[in-house]
């Protein structure tokens, strides 16, 4: 029997807790957002830090893949709400379709 990763474990909450996040930063009244935002918006849509960190690893893999770089992981300049939003539904999309 293989030992799972929190990650693994967590992926079936994902894209519900990535939805709730791109809904948290939609109703933002600034119109630029950090990646502090993003950890904050993920852990207010859980009181599970595991989820939550695993819903955060899902999201900076699918920035990874699209070329948005390491915005997550360093201190990056604000981006547009609507944006970081629009990219976290299409990660929770594609977390969805590879279950």
Not at 14 to 34: E, F, I, N, Q, S
Not at 81 to 95: K, P, Q
């Amino acid at each position: 029997m293989g030992m799972t990763t929190p990650s693994e474990t967590h992926l079936s909450t994902t894209p519900p807790l990535l939805r709730a996040a791109a809904d948290l930063l939609a109703a933002l009244p600034h119109a630029r957002v950090l990646p502090s935002d993003v950890h904050h918006a993920l852990r207010r849509s859980t009181p599970e830090y595991g989820a939550a960190q695993a819903a955060l690893e899902q999201y900076d893999t699918f920035l990874q893949a699209n070329g948005a770089g390491n915005w997550l992981r360093c201190w990056a300049a604000p981006r547009s709400r609507d944006e970081v939003a629009t990219e976290l539904r299409a990660a929770a999309d594609t977390t969805q379709a590879k279950r």
